[in-house]
């Protein structure tokens, strides 16, 4: 079964700062990534998705993620964070045709 | 163009009851999917609806069941309540069921609160 873990729950940076959220999957076959965020007391926003198209892949937002195979990564970056940045993100893989696994979740703090 | 759109948005039930929650897709989706997000967890996968058939169904027990009428809306119920069951439930719609390369657009949830 395909997972994924999200390392660190909680990450924080300041304004202006890179932002990075790791995020690294385990699946048998070549997978779809997705990065999604969740603002307070909302459902979930598509940033971006990975389909074995360009390694780079660029989202909304100013973020992009880069899918590494030979590290089973695929982290999402931006290279100044705002403050409208905090949220929640989750990373997911696809398992099958039908479902996305999402890992536990980063919490992302931006200090002004 | 209307988003997904969820009902209600947050119920309160005790236990032993049952809880029936609504979605209505994205415009020209014809598949819907549903997950469950306890508190400070990722959502999990419950199951997905495509011309009106449960396709796939993640580990959830019976008490979970759907439905998906012919204008493509769903609703998820569950029975016998538990405190556990206590979550934010996400529906979540896509095109043409080809697959999860489809981008799935969430709605706002409902949160269900079991007392």
Request: net charge neutral.
């Amino acid at each position: 079964a395909q997972s994924v873990t999200q390392l660190g729950s909680h990450v924080s940076v300041s304004e202006g700062a890179l932002v990075l959220l790791r995020c690294n999957y385990s699946s048998s076959v070549p997978p779809y990534l997705f990065w999604y965020v969740q603002y307070p007391n909302q459902g979930l926003q598509l940033l971006l998705k990975y389909t074995s198209a360009a390694t780079l892949v660029k989202g909304i937002n100013g973020f992009e993620a880069e899918f590494k195979k030979s590290e089973t990564s695929f982290h999402l970056t931006k290279p100044s964070a705002h403050m409208s940045d905090a949220a929640e993100y989750f990373c997911a893989v696809s398992e099958g045709a039908q479902k996305l696994v999402f890992g536990q979740g980063t919490r992302l703090t931006i200090n002004p | 163009d209307a988003g997904v759109t969820q009902s209600p948005t947050h119920l309160i039930k005790t236990r032993g009851q049952q809880v029936t929650l609504r979605c209505s897709p994205k415009s020209g989706h014809d598949t819907v999917s549903w997950y469950q997000q306890a508190l400070g967890q990722g959502p999990q996968f419950i199951f997905q609806y495509y011309e009106e058939e449960e396709r796939q169904r993640g580990n959830f027990p019976d008490r979970f069941s759907g439905h998906q009428f012919p204008n493509y809306s769903s609703e998820l119920n569950v029975n016998a309540l538990l405190l556990g069951d206590s979550a934010l439930y996400l529906c979540a719609s896509s095109l043409d069921g080809t697959g999860v390369r489809e981008t799935q657009y969430f709605g706002p949830g409902t949160r269900l609160l079991v007392l």
